[in-house]
């Protein structure tokens, strides 16, 4: 089980309840969380021998990071930088 920064933090932790709270109200069977930061990312990029267990969630799937293409790959950085807890 992934042990990062967002794991350990109460912030992170509350902020995950509505979302998970609404999924079960309207009968959601699956529900994900990608709890990487930017920084690990853009590490992968530059050492992708050190994350090749690393997954992240694309468009409808997940991939592993480092077999993704540089222009999905640096969509993925962007769209999380955004969404930081």
Do not use: K, W
Not at 8 to 29: E, I, K, M, N
Not at 42 to 54: K, N, Q, T
Request: glycine fraction near 8%; charged fraction near 25%; include cysteine.
């Amino acid at each position: 089980m992934y042990r990062g920064p967002a794991t350990h933090c109460p912030r992170a932790s509350r902020r995950c309840r509505g979302p998970t709270a609404t999924g079960r109200r309207l009968d959601g069977h699956h529900i994900q969380f990608n709890v990487v930061d930017a920084a690990t990312l853009r590490d992968a990029l530059a050492h992708p021998e050190r994350h090749r267990d690393l997954i992240v969630r694309v468009a409808g799937y997940s991939d592993y990071f480092c077999d993704l293409g540089t222009a999905l790959q640096d969509e993925i950085i962007a769209r999380t930088a955004h969404a930081a807890v």
